[in-house]
């Protein structure tokens, strides 16, 4: 009996080991499976959000396409609004700047053929008057007995109108060109004053030189209207009488002449203050070609 004890005892001792060996086995077997299972769950899991985070990017990337391609639609759409705009400024400062132009020059030609033809009338009433007032002077010279005295005294009255007529010529010329200077000069005021510049300055000097030069002009129409008759008192008081006529004209000459200088001082001025203003001999008005043969 004892026998049959020992050997039920010595066979539960070995079987126990045996059958515990065996459910270590299969737990281990089941942590295998389980971190097999959870390593392949997360694998799946992780390519499922790659291909989630492929698919998002994918549509925020064409999402950035689309705006990219408005955002260029956008801007070639206000490029062309400028460019019509900078056109239209540029045809409206164009003709702005023209129409000032044309309307300055139409000014200055009017007063010029005005000044012109009224001196020009001047002149041919005066050639009358000194074809009257020669026959006046032979009868006065019938109190001179010498005859070259008489000559020379017709010669000098003959002399007197010419140089004064003369002389008047040449200043309407030259004043003639002190209105293109100024016009010029006005010209780039205008230039100046539509890139933004300040031409305050300029405008009062400009306008300065213009009545100078009306001034002037002044002068001379009035000079034009001046006869200069030789008294004749007597033989002797001759030489006197045809020296006090000459130096009249002399000293009504030197008048008009320091208005015309006045007028040229004037001028200078406009210019010299106009090129006070910064840049303005590189100031050009835009008419735009340039821009719409490159487009």
């Known amino acids: 009996m004892l026998k049959i004890v020992i050997s039920i005892v010595l066979s539960l001792a ?3 080991p045996a059958v515990a060996q065996t459910r270590l086995d299969a737990v281990r077997d089941q942590l295998r ?3 097999e299972d959870f390593v392949k769950d997360v694998r799946e899991g992780i390519q499922e959000k790659r291909g989630d985070i492929r698919e998002r990017a994918e549509e925020f990337r064409g999402e950035i396409r689309e705006r990219t391609t408005d955002l260029r639609e956008d801007a070639r759409e206000v490029r062309k609004r400028v460019r019509v705009e900078v056109k239209t400024l540029r045809g409206e400062t164009r003709d702005r700047f023209e129409s000032r132009r044309t309307d300055a020059r139409d000014r200055l030609d009017k007063r010029r053929v ?3 033809t009224k001196l020009e009338s001047k002149r041919a009433d005066m050639k009358e008057r000194v074809e009257e007032r020669r026959t006046e002077l032979r009868e006065r010279l019938t109190k001179v007995r010498d005859e070259r005295k008489k000559q020379a005294v017709e010669r000098i009255h003959e002399q007197i109108a010419k140089l004064n007529d003369r002389l008047l010529d040449h200043f309407s010329l030259v004043l003639e060109k002190m209105d293109k200077v100024l016009d010029n ?3 780039r005021a205008d230039k100046a004053e539509e890139h933004g510049r300040d031409v305050s300055a300029a405008r009062t000097a400009i306008e300065e030189a213009q009545n100078a030069i009306d001034a002037s002009r002044a002068a001379i129409d009035e000079q034009a209207d001046k006869e200069y008759d030789i008294p004749v008192s ?4 001759l030489r006197v009488d045809v ?4 130096r009249a004209l002399h000293d009504d000459l030197a008048a ?9 001082d004037a001028v200078r001025n406009a210019a010299t203050t106009l090129a006070q203003v910064r840049q303005v001999d590189e100031l050009e008005i835009d008419t735009g070609e340039s821009d719409e043969d490159n487009n």
């Open 234 to 237: 007597d033989e002797e008081s």
């Open 33 to 35: 499976d389980a971190r």
């Open 14 to 16: 070995f079987a126990l």
């Open 185 to 187: 000069i006005s010209s």
């Open 114 to 116: 005005e000044f012109r």
């Open 243 to 246: 020296g006090g006529v000459r």
């Open 256 to 264: 008009v002449r320091l208005t015309v200088k006045s007028a040229h």
